[in-house]
């Protein structure tokens, strides 16, 4: 089913007719609830980076929310960042661009443990949550910031293995 609106909500019935035209082996009733989109969403309500990574989220508004003030916000501090706004007093490290087609985009540079936790798109008097996780990368071998220490072959009792 595509395109669903509001009327669409009611009682449906599947059949499997197995033993012939007039006999219906198997049915299945359920009943379907169409619902308005919010006024405000998110793509994901979580989202999660590593330390000094990047991390983006998209939020959406309904057209009349178009000229409304638009933030992210966070909810322990209840610090927020401005869509258009460019003073100094906001965190270059966060970035938010309304795209003018019922949506705008966050994205977070740097990112720090210390970030983690949830924060908000706000549009007028809505809100959509965002749970953010930011972990520590994990390191690998083939990873060129870590030194590897080889053996030497002239050398029995110095050997250094990474396991």
């Known amino acids: 089913m595509r395109n669903l609106q509001n009327e669409d909500t009611g009682d449906y019935w599947c059949a499997v007719e197995i033993g012939g035209i007039f006999q219906m082996d198997e049915t ?6 169409v619902q308005s989109a919010p ?17 983006s989220v998209q939020c959406f508004y309904s057209s009349g929310y178009q000229n409304k003030l638009k933030q992210w916000c966070r909810y ?3 610090s927020c960042y401005t869509v258009g706004r460019t003073d100094t007093s906001q965190n270059p490290s966060v ?3 309304d795209d003018g087609r019922r949506s705008f985009t966050v994205l977070m540079t740097g990112l720090r443990l210390s970030d983690s936790g ?19 990368p994990d390191v690998s071998l083939e990873d060129p910031h870590v030194p590897v220490t080889e ?3 002239g ?4 050997y250094c293995w990474l396991l």
């Open 28 to 33: 299945e009733q359920l009943h379907l609830t």
């Open 39 to 55: 006024d405000v969403s998110v793509e994901s309500s979580s989202v999660s980076g590593h330390e000094g990574g990047d991390v």
């Open 76 to 78: 322990k501090d209840q």
């Open 95 to 97: 970035q938010i661009s």
């Open 118 to 136: 949830w924060f908000f798109c706000s549009v007028g008097d809505q809100q959509a949550s965002v749970q953010l996780t930011v972990t520590v």
């Open 151 to 153: 053996p030497n072959p």
């Open 155 to 158: 050398n029995t009792d110095s």
